[in-house]
């Protein structure tokens, strides 16, 4: 007669993927917004971890969360753990046939940086399926399908700078005719993207302190957008060099003002471990 006993339950992926995130991030809401869901769901997956466990993981305090003792120990073997998953999806993805080549990137540079070097990069991977995500939030590379991430901002450990971030104002050749100084900037109607909003006030802090200008003018979630209003002469938009190359080159946009201010961050690309697409892709970028 077989017999069979109920076996002991191990805990679920979901909440020890909540856990091992809100430990790597530092609190719930980073997790949150990593894992694409509320604040709200991490804590309740980790309440059942912490069920399931039997004790308490994160110390719950008025300033936020820390890890207990017990958080701390088992935190380095999840993140191991999850790391290795996400190792052998990549392996399990490169099957047998056309290879499949993901670039993820903040959507600016997925819409005015990255589509005229699409040749150069084909042509570093002959053969492999391509596809580019916009994403405002860098993916982790050692979890996430992506082979390449191309982001603008600072830079982190081991990143690739391909040209640091310099921002100054541009505008139509007709807006610029009637910008004299920068005292004349307080008559015109400043664009502004949402993700760089302090960039006007950080230029000119740096080119004419003292100068008052109209900050409140229109702000846009997509800089392709604010770009595409500098187009149209609504107004002057503060540019990061890299992603307005195109319009500069063309005489759509003129730069009134010679003044340029690094912001201390640059473009700047990551390849994932052990990903020889995604190298050979950064060594094609690097050479446009």
């Not at 804590?43 to 003792?69: C, H, M, N």
């Not at 807006?175 to 004299?180: D, V």
């Not at 409140?216 to 800089?223: A, D």
């Not at 209003?229 to 500069?248: K, N, Q, S, Y």
């Amino acid at each position: 007669m077989s017999v069979s006993p109920p076996r002991p339950k191990t805990p679920p992926l979901n909440a020890l993927r909540a856990f091992e995130a809100a430990a790597r991030l530092g609190g719930f809401r980073a997790a949150a917004a990593e894992l694409c869901v509320t604040p709200g769901a991490i804590s309740q997956q980790i309440k059942t971890l912490e069920d399931w466990a039997g004790a308490q993981l994160f110390e719950r305090r008025a300033q936020g969360v820390v890890l207990s003792p017990l958080g701390q120990r088992v935190t380095p073997m999840l993140r191991e753990a999850f790391d290795g998953l996400g190792m052998a999806a990549r392996t399990l993805r490169s099957g047998d046939g056309a290879p499949a080549v993901a670039i993820a990137a903040l959507p600016s540079i997925a819409q005015l940086w990255l589509p005229p070097r699409l040749s150069a990069i084909r042509a570093a991977v002959p053969g492999a399926r391509l596809s580019v995500t916009a994403l405002d939030q860098e993916p982790n590379l050692r979890r996430e399908m992506f082979d390449l991430s191309v982001f603008l901002g600072p830079v982190p450990d081991g990143a690739a700078v391909l040209v640091p971030d310099v921002i100054f104002p541009v505008c139509t050749r007709e807006l610029a005719a009637r910008l004299h100084g920068y005292g004349d900037l307080s008559g015109e109607t400043l664009l502004h993207d949402a993700l760089w909003s302090g960039d006007w006030a950080l230029w000119r802090d740096s080119v004419a302190p003292g100068v008052e200008l109209p900050l409140g003018g229109p702000v846009f979630s997509l800089y392709s957008v604010a770009l595409e209003e500098a187009l149209r002469g609504a107004g002057v938009l503060m540019a990061h060099a890299a992603l307005v190359a195109g319009p500069l080159a063309s005489g759509a946009l003129v730069a009134p003002f010679a003044e340029r201010v690094e912001t201390g961050g640059a473009l700047y690309a990551q390849v994932a471990p052990g990903s020889e697409l995604g190298a050979a892709i950064l060594a094609a970028i690097a050479r446009s």
